[in-house]
């Protein structure tokens, strides 16, 4: 006669706890409560069971993999890859991914997205791939159809940030208004009074967002009108918004830029043009990532927890391929205004 291995049944008879709880515990999934997570270990322990993964890919025809999507609207290879990859924000994501995963064994596969058949792809090439969740970086949120597609698949899926159309998908994001609101406190209190700003593309959630933000903050301490110039999140559409600033107002005297990079390109103009920061006019920016630290003078910028909120979004992902059936869920994170040498 044969003896059978143990199965996650077994384990939870012992434990006295239900399969979900074991199969939670098994894959590493954080929030199981820490006594009920001991008890199941010294279960696994006692029954002797040993996770059999490659087992249970022949019958569910996944491995358990995770990609790391990031999705643009369709360009240039070439300008897809430089803008991702150029801009330091996205590596901060990238690190809080892999904090979350690499202990826990897992690596994930990049994919890059860049046109309308390419998304019709992704979910074949996901099965395809063997990938079980996705963790999706959508660089144009409110036009991009991905959310709603995975989510329709089956495919346990987490966003950074809000998504632009409303679907049943986990994302975290960071409170912008909020963000900005700080940011406008700061110019105010330093007595400015000829303020403007350079906002995030119109077709983003975060650009909205940290627009109404500042302007609503800065009608609130009376400042009726906020010039606005709109960028788009790079070194050199903060430098082509700044030349339209500077020729609108020449006077200027107070500066709001929806990210840290579009506010290095700001300086440099504005450096060419004879200003002096802080003395001539006040900088503040949105973001803290490395290029603040870059910029002369260095920056005082908004802070969002962009590690943290990466691994976060790993969570959410290994939560619900533990168990489907959880909720969509999202998780705001509050910012926080960093004084340096701008403003």
Do not use: W
Not at 35 to 54: C, S
Not at 195 to 223: C, E, N, S, W, Y
Not at 270 to 294: I, M, N, Q, T
């Amino acid at each position: 006669m044969t003896t059978q291995p143990p199965t996650l049944e077994d384990v939870a008879r012992v434990a006295g706890v239900s399969r979900a709880t074991v199969s939670r515990v098994v894959n590493s999934v954080r929030n199981v409560d820490p006594k009920l997570r001991e008890t199941v270990e010294r279960a696994i322990a006692d029954t002797g069971y040993v996770p059999n993964r490659a087992a249970r890919s022949l019958v569910t025809r996944r491995t358990g993999g995770i990609a790391l999507v990031v999705s643009e609207p369709e360009r240039h290879v070439e300008a897809f890859t430089g803008g991702v990859f150029g801009d330091p924000f996205f590596g901060r994501v990238v690190e809080g991914v892999l904090a979350h995963l690499r202990p826990r064994g897992l690596h994930p596969l990049l994919m890059l997205v860049d046109s309308d058949e390419e998304r019709e792809k992704l979910v074949p090439k996901l099965r395809q791939e063997q990938v079980s969740g996705v963790l999706l970086i959508s660089l144009h949120p409110a036009e991009d159809p991905l959310p709603r597609m995975l989510t329709g698949a089956g495919v346990p899926t987490a966003l950074f940030a809000r998504p632009g159309r409303p679907a049943p998908v986990c994302y975290v994001d960071v409170a912008h208004r909020d963000g900005a609101r700080l940011a406008a406190g700061r110019l105010v209190s330093r007595g400015c009074r000829r303020v403007a700003t350079i906002a995030g593309p119109a077709g983003t959630p975060a650009g909205q967002d940290r627009l109404a933000g500042f302007r609503d903050a800065m009608a609130r301490h009376g400042h009726a009108y906020v010039a606005v110039a709109e960028g788009d999140f790079t070194e050199r559409g903060g430098e082509r918004a700044m030349e339209r600033l500077l020729a609108e107002d020449p006077e200027l005297d107070g500066l709001f830029v929806a990210n840290d990079l579009m506010a290095y390109g700001a300086l440099t103009v504005l450096r060419e043009a004879g200003k002096r920061v802080p003395d001539d006019v006040a900088v503040v920016g949105f973001d803290d990532s490395r290029v603040a630290l870059s910029c002369r003078p260095r920056l005082t910028t908004v802070r969002q927890p962009v590690e943290e909120m990466g691994a976060t979004m790993a969570r959410m992902v290994l939560d619900r391929m533990a168990d489907p059936a959880l909720r969509a869920e999202s998780v705001i994170f509050d910012p926080e205004l960093v004084v340096r040498d701008s403003a």
